[in-house]
């Protein structure tokens, strides 16, 4: 590409694209210093209240301050062109180390997880939360110097609430639960999703995938991953209890923050070599009391009687278990019959007591059907994630098809919303995809009150997406819509009046012989209401009668407007 000026930096090549822009590698032009920068998306730049962010965050993101975190410079706008300039880092972003090796090492994914670590304390002591930390926003150096990047820029930017549809700030892959379901992100957030960034390094893939984010985003929220251990069986199982503890769905069960969590990466080499170690000894310790010859005090003891080592240990021996005899309570206990009667005693108790409160698969599924008797909104979503997928984890066969009705009226409501014109308004957010276009011409059309042009696309929209399973969604909401629309355009009692009050003007007009104004109301029927195909009838009387009855020379309308259609 050709240089080009952005504020005061040369961009002289591109190094990278996202979602959120483009990155190029620049110079300062009055210092030469390198410089990677950031330009951010038309999209982005339009975001409702995003300049007052900008100005608000980017001072805290400026001051933070790590040597794993790549340091931002500057931001800036240069005409209607928003940016930012960072740190360079010549290397690898681990995305691309593992696209070219699969998998690391699990010593080398601990060294890596640990600089993340110290990059998230330093942010999330700063009150900074990454809310996109993968793979791709991590770059290793030649020297294997972790730079986290793009830290805290989607902060900046996340203007509205997070959705599973529309307007999500965050990589599918890589989401915690409570941010694909819109709730308040923490530092443990980011927690979650260096977990799911570890499980990539360890076994070459992230804990989740599926064909659309929608599927992988409800996996995080409540589906079980495979174990790291399952797929690669030289992970340590203390290592692996670490990822599957950051990936939790309920946040209170992950680490209480990135230094506890670096101190449990700490322990987990120093654990494989004590466990080795012991074997090892257990190993000698083994030859050792299989040989029948040992030497005592520099002095050989055979097989044939003990050594003096021997008779001193069997001293010591007998003189602590007299001074430990237990009392009258203590041999109760030591009883194995005694133990396994008050652990089954505490067993039942405990069940006993979980169950009381706890509902039945039944009630469970009769709770989840009231609530979605409710009028559509929270309390659909509560039967949702309480009820109904609670008992399809449980028992699929069991519960999927009585589930699957309610599931997928929650999806087309929860699709429906996202789509409605008003909260499109708001955000400003470009259709995620072709159908999702022309259903927004419909609610358009729809709220204008021109059913006819609604029920025309609509109809046409649901051909096309007929053996269409990606769309599965859009499709049954397009059926949905289909039947409301075409209801509104057979009630015709309050349709049309202004149409109707207008043609009556029109014939009073032709009665008292003012043939002018009567084709201007004609003309006027035309104009309006000649691409409605339920005012078809109308129309064409009004073409007719315009033909009929127009003066010779009259200025609006020509021969051809004026022909009847046949």
Sequence with gaps: MESRRLGPYVLERKIGAGGMGTVFYARHAESGNEAAVKVLSASLSREEGVIARFTREIKALKALSSPYVVKLYESGVDGETYFYAMEYVEGETIANRLRREKRIPWREAIELGLQICSALKAAHDAG????????????????????????GIAQVFASSKLTVTGGVVGTAEYMSPEQAEG?????????????????????GRPPFTGKTVIEVIKKHMVNRFDRPRLIV??????????????????????FADAYVLSLRLREVPKKVELSRSKTAAAAIDGNYHGNATTVVSGKPATASGPG????????????????????????????????????????????????????????????????????????????QDEHFLPLVLADAVAWRDRVEPYLSRIEQFD???????????????????????????????????DFARAEQTLSALNRLLEGQPEYREIHMLTQQLLVEVRTALNDGTNRHSLLKSAMSRGDKRVAKDELEEACQIWTSVIELYGSDPSAEQTVVRARRLLQQNRPQAHPTVDSEEVSIRP
């Design 183 to 203: 709730r308040r992100v923490t530092k443990k957030s980011d927690l979650y999703a260096l977990g799911a960034v570890l499980y990539a390094m360890l076994t």
């Design 308 to 383: 003096e080592g021997t008779l001193m240990r069997d001293l010591l021996r007998a003189e602590m278990e007299g001074s430990q005899q237990p009392s009258p309570v203590g041999r109760l206990l030591d009883n194995t019959w005694v133990l396994v009667s008050v652990l089954v005693l505490l067993v039942v108790g405990w069940v006993f007591w979980l169950r009381s409160g706890e509902l039945t698969p039944e009630e469970r599924f009769q709770a989840g059907v009231d609530l979605m008797s409710q009028p559509a909104g929270d309390d659909w979503f509560t039967a």
């Design 415 to 449: 699709l429906k919303n996202q789509l409605a014109p008003g909260k499109m308004l708001r955000t400003r957010a470009p259709p995620k995809s072709e159908p999702e276009r022309f259903l927004r011409l419909v609610y358009h059309y729809r709220d204008m009150g």
């Design 233 to 254: 069986s030289d992970i340590p199982h203390w290592l692996e209890e670490i990822v599957c503890r950051l990936l939790e769905k309920d946040p209170d069960k992950r």
């Design 128 to 151: 900074i939360i990454h809310r996109d930390l993968k793979p791709s926003n991590l770059l290793i150096t030649k020297d294997r110097q972790v730079k986290l990047a793009d830290f």
